[in-house]
Structure formats: C-alpha cells, structure tokens
Antibody
Framework: QVQLQESGPGLVKPSETLSLTCTVS??????????WNWIRQPPGRGLEWIGY???????NYNPSLKSRVTISPDTAKNQFSLKLTSVTAADTAVYYC???????????????WGQGTLVSVSS | EIVLTQSPATLSLSPGEGATLSCRAS??????LGWYQQKPGQAPRLLIY???NRATGIPARFSGSGSGTDFTLTISSLEPEDFAVYFC?????????FGGGTKVEI
C-alpha cells in the first residue's frame, strides 16, 4: 500500500521560504514510472497544481509559481521536497503531495495523495 | 491554461436520489478529464479518469461521461458517504488544472 506523508513548519513569516517534505512508503521515489507532485488548496477554495519532480531531478512547474518554486527528490531517504520563496498571505493553504504515473492508464492522474498539511503565512 | 468550470456550486439532495454534476472546459480536453471526491479534512480521492473509467475500488454507482469540453459525473443513488465535494481535473495540457468544485450536501 502506497502512502505519502507531508511534514514541515505550519507557520511561515511573510517574505520567507516555505519548505515541506513528502515521505513516501510502499513505492520508490527512484522509480522512473512516477511523477512526484505538490498540490495546494487555500482554505475553502479549489485545488492548484504546483509542480512535479522525477527521480532524475527533472521538474515541471506551474507557470504561475515557477519563479518561486523548487521541487527536488531525495532518493536516499525516499522523499521529495517543496521550497516556495518570498511567501505572502496568498500562499496560505493546505499543501498535498501526490503521485502520478508517467505512462499508461493512470498517466497524470493524482493517486494516491498525502493527508495534507496546513501552512499559514503570517508575521 | 485550461479553465474548468463546474456547476452547480452546490447540489442539495437526499440519500437515494441521483446526482448529476457538470464540468465544462474552456477548450477541448479530448477525453482527458477526471473526477475526485473530497470529504472534510481529507485528501481528494480519484474516482474517474479519462472521462469514463472508474478508478480502482470505486463503486459502480459512480459514472462519468463526455468528451471535448462538456463532461458529467453521475451518482446513480446517493449513499450517506457520498456527500462531499467533487472536483474535476484535466490532463490534456500543462499546467494541469482543476475545477472549482461542486458540493453535494444533504
């Protein structure tokens, strides 16, 4: 059974960097069969795809966040991480990590997801 | 980017009734449209992918249809556990985008 678990600070100050980690169990971040994604959801609102990394370090980001985002794998720890710089209150959201297949029937569908972690941006 | 518009925003129904949810894309996404269910405090769960395919373990009362720009999620007979928010998502073009959601409430 594949499980993903987000971790990181729940409170970040404006202009600072948001850093989160997703720990994967039951699957390998080193596999070339998956994209490892971050998705966020502001309170009471819809979902926004942030971007993904592959085991090789190949990335793809949402243009709306591209200038501030870095997603990278840590294959030794079977984790991947998100860094979002220069945060503002608009970055307050529940952040989810999720897996997507790179090919086949489940290509680019998010399954499974982590439980999510709320990050608030406030001084 | 492709904008997905879901309607209605809220659907008020009773257990046992059928539900019809709509998702409209700002341009054609072929059949590359999926649906997720999200319950309060939980992560979304994939229900339907590529317009009409049920994900693993999803009950047959959930069905999807459509192609191009207009898609429908149908729940044939609502169970108590089906009252939730439903999101559509397209995988036709990057960036992947989601609709704003439809809340199915009792």
């Amino acid at each position: 059974q594949v499980q993903l678990q987000e971790s990181g600070p729940g409170l970040v100050k404006p202009s600072e960097t948001l850093s989160l980690t997703c720990t994967v169990s039951g699957a390998s971040v080193s596999s070339g069969s998956y994209y490892w994604n971050w998705i966020r959801q502001p309170p009471g609102r819809g979902l926004e795809w942030i971007g993904y990394t592959q085991y090789s370090g190949t990335t793809n980001y949402n243009p709306s966040l591209k200038s501030r985002v870095t997603i990278s794998p840590d294959t030794a720890k079977n984790q991947f991480s998100l860094k979002l710089t220069s945060v503002t209150a608009a970055d307050t959201a529940v952040y989810y990590c999720a897996r997507a297949d790179t090919s086949g029937s489940y290509r680019n569908w998010f399954d499974p997801w982590g439980q999510g972690t709320l990050v608030s941006v406030s001084s | 980017e492709i904008v997905l518009t879901q309607s209605p925003a809220t659907l008020s129904l009773s257990p046992g009734e059928g539900a019809t949810l709509s998702c409209r894309a700002s341009q054609s996404v072929s059949r590359y449209l999926g649906w997720y269910q999200q319950k309060p405090g939980q992560a979304p769960r994939l229900l339907i992918y590529d317009a009409s395919n049920r994900a693993t373990g999803i009950p047959a009362r959930f069905s999807g249809s459509g192609s191009g720009t207009d898609f429908t999620l149908t729940i044939s007979s609502l169970e108590p556990e089906d009252f939730a928010v439903y999101f559509c998502q397209q995988r036709y073009l990057w960036p992947l985008t989601f609709g704003g959601g439809t809340k199915v409430e009792i």
